[in-house]
């Protein structure tokens, strides 16, 4: 099992551009979550989503958009990036059951607004 | 949405003390989990603990959901307990603290 993959690793965008981060499980996990990770802070939640075509709005959701259309995906799209966006990202999952809710992680991808 | 606060911020051991980790929430949960992220960034599932103790190791977790509390028990450190531990609560949602800074010393 590859667990939770992120893609790209690293980013570089320009003030302005759009991009979609990609995250997918092979798990069969109910729930996705994505975070992003300040330097020296903690993890702020962006979106959640409880299963497929059920998303909700996190801690920090402004700017960002999501879409949950199968159980495996959950892409996250930046629009009209801004330096404020710089940060490193991270997908997690998990069953969402009462008796098996841990979370895991993706690697994270690194994001950088110029 | 749930306020959680970890303390202290910064902790310095000496190889093979023991510290605790404190984890207060702002309301009931029925998720709360500890987490360690070393220093490449990668985050690792220690517990998954919404009340009750457990044991892996040299680690430890306690919750008393009553009191919207957790606390995490680290013994006889070494030097790869290093990094920042994190804990994070909620219902579907999973709100993270700030998280306390570890630095075990040779």
């Known amino acids: 099992n590859a667990g939770v993959t992120q893609t790209p690793k690293f980013r570089i965008l320009k003030i302005g551009q759009s991009m979609t981060l990609q995250c997918t499980q092979d798990m069969n996990h109910n729930y996705m979550y994505w975070y992003r990770q300040d330097p020296g802070m903690g993890l702020k939640l962006i979106y959640y989503?409880?299963?497929?075509?059920?998303?909700d709005k996190g801690e920090v959701p402004n700017g960002y958009n999501v879409s949950r259309s199968t159980t495996e995906d959950f892409p996250l799209r930046l629009e009209l990036a801004a330096p404020s966006q710089t940060s490193v990202y991270f997908c997690a999952s998990s069953y969402g059951s009462t008796t098996n809710e841990k979370l895991f992680f993706g690697s994270g991808t690194q994001l950088s607004v110029l | 949405g749930i306020q959680v606060e970890q303390s202290p911020p910064d902790l310095i051991l000496q190889e093979g003390a023991n510290s605790t980790l404190r984890c207060n929430f702002s309301?009931?949960?029925?998720?709360l989990q500890w987490f360690h992220q070393n220093p490449w960034g990668q985050l690792i599932n220690l517990f998954y603990?919404?009340?009750g103790t457990k044991q892996n190791g040299r680690l430890s977790a306690t919750t008393v959901a009553t009191e919207r509390y957790s606390l995490l028990y680290i013994s006889s450190s070494q030097t790869t307990d290093s990094g920042v531990y994190f804990c994070a609560g909620g219902n579907n949602d999973m709100r993270f603290g700030a998280g306390t800074r570890l630095t075990v010393k040779p």
């Open positions: 309301d009931s949960v029925n998720n």
């Open positions: 603990i919404p009340s």
């Open positions: 989503s409880v299963g497929a075509g059920i998303t």
